[in-house]
């Protein structure tokens, strides 16, 4: 039987609105009875976007650190950072932070690792290609796995869900993943934003894996062990 968690506080740091909506079908599914604090700026990601991919600005990590400190001294259990552009910020801030954090992908990575060696990554915003790159080698080298990444960016996809047209966006990235599916024996999706797509992959060659599902699966796991 589930453990209550009615007590826990789960911390949230955004970096943009759109992610706020991608997570709350998750929180209300896997994390009932959490309570679930919210810090969201988007400015982080309107500077991230105006960097080249790899380059983040010092002040979106001081921000992090920030928002990391208010959450801790609010109490919460955990800290979930839920951009993927800027998920080097957790490592930035773990040695002035007491809390437990977690970045919204790693959990998804984790599970990639061990499926397999070709691992698809699929993106729909140019920064985050390199932070999740960079965050799938990481778990890989820590899983002691050798991978071989196969990345592949669909901007316009995006610019479909930013104008309201959500069923382009999906239309575009399954024929994405169908074609990308015949190369590797995972797949991971690189934004929060493509969590649009769960469900419609029931019935896929390799498994797909989205860091919505993932990652509160196991903040529940973490919040059930304190």
Same mark, same amino acid.
């Given at each position: 039987m589930p453990k209550d968690l009615t007590g826990r506080k789960l911390g949230v740091i955004h970096a943009s609105l759109i992610s706020t909506r991608a997570v709350q079908k998750y929180i209300d599914e896997i994390l009932p009875g959490v309570e679930v604090v919210h810090w969201v700026d988007d400015t982080i990601q309107n500077t991230n976007? /105006?960097?080249?991919?790899?380059?983040?600005?010092?002040?979106?990590?001081?921000?992090?650190?920030? @928002?990391?400190?208010?959450?801790?001294?609010?109490?919460?259990?955990l800290i979930l950072l839920a951009c993927s552009t800027f998920n080097r910020?957790?490592?930035? /801030?773990?040695?002035?932070?007491?809390?437990p954090m977690l970045q919204i992908d790693r959990p998804m990575m984790d599970l990639a690792v061990q499926t397999g060696k070709r691992i698809g990554l699929l993106a729909t915003v140019p920064t985050t290609v390199p932070a999740s790159e960079r965050l799938l080698k990481l778990a890989a080298d820590?899983?002691?796995?050798?991978?071989?990444?196969r990345t592949r960016l669909c901007g316009e996809a995006f610019q479909m869900l930013k @104008?309201?047209?959500?069923?382009?966006?999906?239309?575009m =990235?399954? @024929?994405?993943? *169908?074609? =990308?599916?015949?190369?590797?024996? @995972?797949?991971? =999706?690189?934004?929060?934003?493509?969590? /649009? =797509?769960?469900?419609?992959?029931?019935q896929m060659n390799v498994p797909i894996y989205n860091s919505g599902r993932t990652a509160f699966n196991r903040i529940r796991?973490?919040? *059930?062990?304190?």
């Amino acid at each position: 039987m589930p453990k209550d968690l009615t007590g826990r506080k789960l911390g949230v740091i955004h970096a943009s609105l759109i992610s706020t909506r991608a997570v709350q079908k998750y929180i209300d599914e896997i994390l009932p009875g959490v309570e679930v604090v919210h810090w969201v700026d988007d400015t982080i990601q309107n500077t991230n976007f /105006a960097c080249e991919p790899g380059t983040i600005p010092k002040k979106n990590l001081y921000k992090f650190v920030q @928002a990391a400190m208010s959450q801790e001294e609010y109490g919460v259990d955990l800290i979930l950072l839920a951009c993927s552009t800027f998920n080097r910020a957790v490592e930035v /801030a773990r040695p002035m932070i007491s809390t437990p954090m977690l970045q919204i992908d790693r959990p998804m990575m984790d599970l990639a690792v061990q499926t397999g060696k070709r691992i698809g990554l699929l993106a729909t915003v140019p920064t985050t290609v390199p932070a999740s790159e960079r965050l799938l080698k990481l778990a890989a080298d820590e899983a002691g796995k050798t991978i071989e990444i196969r990345t592949r960016l669909c901007g316009e996809a995006f610019q479909m869900l930013k @104008a309201g047209h959500p069923e382009k966006h999906n239309d575009m =990235l399954l @024929a994405e993943i *169908e074609t =990308l599916s015949k190369e590797v024996d @995972a797949i991971v =999706l690189a934004q929060v934003s493509m969590t /649009a =797509l769960e469900p419609h992959l029931r019935q896929m060659n390799v498994p797909i894996y989205n860091s919505g599902r993932t990652a509160f699966n196991r903040i529940r796991e973490i919040l *059930e062990a304190i």
